[in-house]
């Protein structure tokens, strides 16, 4: 599966910052069950890519999956011996990207600014984290996608709920990395499920299928 098929059965990446490898395949099923295809495992979470090649183990060949906050090129290299796929920055480093693409990784690093965006694209990454995306703004956005190429794909992050999803898609966004508002440590099962769902829902009413 590649990032696109991913974000078109369900434009959202899974940010599980704080999972537990014990805990992960018992949250990625109830997200797949909803409709997930992408998931990332921040590896500032407990044991990271324990849970990330558990997750790849399970689902590698159904969805998505990778790290998030990676800093670090060697982090790359730990993320691809693991089994993930995605690598996901929380800004723009061009060593990180250099080392996830020689890796054959999805990127997605982190830009705020329009220089850092139009810097990643012509590092030719597969798409831009547009982080923190409550700072940047709905209209920072449209302004952006005025000016980026056309195929460049935008994905805030940060503050994103199920009630903003078609506001924010209105103003250019591709998909959303959907972090505290779906999973924090501690949330159960049952809770995941419906808020998992709720935001499936409002993610394919925003980008209706043909």
Same mark, same amino acid.
């Given at each position: 599966?590649?990032?696109?098929?991913?974000?078109?059965?369900?434009?959202?990446?899974?940010?599980?910052?704080?999972?537990?490898?014990?805990?992960?395949?018992?949250?990625?099923?109830?997200?797949? #069950?909803?409709?997930?295809?992408?998931?990332? &495992?921040?590896?500032?979470?407990?044991?990271?890519?324990?849970?990330?090649?558990?997750?790849?183990?399970?689902?590698?060949?159904?969805?998505?999956?990778?790290?998030?906050? &990676?800093? @670090?090129?060697? #982090?790359?290299?730990?993320?691809?011996?693991?089994?993930?796929?995605?690598?996901?920055?929380?800004?723009?480093?061009?060593?990180?990207?250099?080392?996830?693409?020689?890796?054959?990784?999805?990127?997605?690093?982190? &830009?705020?600014?329009?220089?850092?965006?139009?810097?990643?694209?012509?590092?030719?990454?597969?798409?831009?984290?547009?982080?923190?995306? @409550?700072?940047?703004?709905?209209?920072?956005?449209?302004?952006?996608?005025?000016?980026?190429?056309?195929?460049?794909?935008?994905?805030?992050? %940060?503050?994103? #709920?199920?009630?903003?999803?078609?506001?924010?898609?209105?103003?250019?966004? #591709? %998909?959303?990395?959907?972090?505290?508002?779906?999973y924090r440590p501690g949330t159960d099962l049952d809770t995941l499920a419906k808020t998992a769902k709720d935001f499936?829902?409002?993610?394919?009413?925003?980008?209706?299928? @043909?």
């Amino acid at each position: 599966m590649t990032l696109h098929d991913a974000l078109a059965a369900c434009p959202l990446i899974a940010i599980l910052r704080g999972v537990k490898p014990d805990e992960i395949l018992g949250v990625a099923g109830t997200l797949y #069950d909803a409709g997930f295809r992408a998931i990332e &495992v921040p590896l500032n979470s407990p044991d990271p890519f324990a849970s990330i090649k558990r997750l790849a183990g399970t689902y590698g060949d159904r969805a998505m999956i990778g790290a998030g906050t &990676v800093t @670090d090129p060697a #982090d790359c290299r730990r993320l691809a011996e693991a089994g993930g796929r995605l690598m996901v920055a929380p800004n723009y480093a061009p060593d990180v990207v250099e080392e996830a693409q020689r890796l054959g990784l999805v990127t997605l690093p982190g &830009v705020a600014t329009p220089s850092e965006a139009f810097a990643a694209l012509r590092q030719r990454v597969d798409g831009l984290k547009l982080f923190p995306a @409550d700072a940047i703004g709905m209209a920072a956005l449209k302004a952006w996608r005025s000016v980026m190429p056309k195929d460049a794909l935008l994905l805030p992050v %940060g503050g994103i #709920d199920a009630a903003s999803i078609a506001d924010w898609r209105k103003a250019g966004a #591709d %998909g959303f990395g959907i972090g505290g508002a779906l999973y924090r440590p501690g949330t159960d099962l049952d809770t995941l499920a419906k808020t998992a769902k709720d935001f499936v829902a409002a993610a394919r009413a925003a980008f209706p299928r @043909d």
